[in-house]
């Protein structure tokens, strides 16, 4: 793998030229899902595939472009395409939801970058896709200061109709306390909780969800590999669920497929 100012270089290069794929990921309905269910959302996941080096992980090279401040760029590649791709599943009659990823300096105020929100949301009017479809992710764990300097924006994407999840919940020092304070619709319980197999994890994962309910967010489960994963999200209460033994991430053209009630092929490698 190149060093990281080359590959910081050779990303922004593949930005350019939007080279810089989306997959997405379906989301279900964990009440409802059986191997033929319809997705009620899919997450849009980045991918870049080196010119010379091949697949670099999302986990490397969104470090990257935040480190060096243009993880902003990517983003909004993102909601282009995903958000274009939405509208054409809805045009086709498919109402699928959307969740974007965002970190928390998408809603600092910077006077180098555009301003976050309001490309969401002019992109949203020109699509013409109702805002109740649109999640977006806070990717990072959500400290009490960062939550205060984000509240403005989070405000304005809200007010707007559009939902705002706390994604990894339980991967950081995440709290149920922080859980009571925070104003979101949606939180995701990161894949490290639902694949434990003790006692200890299922009393967590309840706990969230009690908080959550009454405070009238959904919960995600992610990572869900196997039906055992199935089974814990299940009997903790998660209303939603993502992972693998579901759906992998995959082009679009995999979603249409799905959409359409066809079989799937195989995207072991998303
Ligand atoms: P995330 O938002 O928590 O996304 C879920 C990650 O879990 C994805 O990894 C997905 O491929 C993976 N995953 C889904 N189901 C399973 C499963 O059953 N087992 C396992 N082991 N993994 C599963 P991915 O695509 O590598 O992305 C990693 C992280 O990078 C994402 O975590 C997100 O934080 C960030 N990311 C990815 N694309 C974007 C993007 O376009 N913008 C931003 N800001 N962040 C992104
Ligand atoms: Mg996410
Ligand atoms: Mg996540
Ligand atoms: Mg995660």
Redesign the pocket.
Known sequence: MPNTPLLARDLRSALAEKRVE??Y?PIFDLATWSPIALPVGV?????WRHRAVGDV???RF?QIAHDRGF?DE??TH?VTTAGWQVGAWRTAGHEVGLS????AIHFLERADAPDYVEIVLAHLRALRIPPHLLTV?I?ESPAPQFITEMADGLARLREAGIAISV??FGAGDTTLEMLERLDVDEV?I??SLIIREDAESDEIISAVVEVAHRRGMRVVA????TPAHLDKARRCGCDRG????LA??MPAAGVDRLLAGLPLRDYSA?
């Open positions: 989306v997959f990921q997450e849009a996941l980045s991918r992980p999302p986990s969104i993880l990517v983003d993102v974007i990823n965002a970190a992710e990717i994604d990894d995701k990161d894949r992610e990572g869900i590999e993502q992972g693998f033994l992998r991430p998303g």
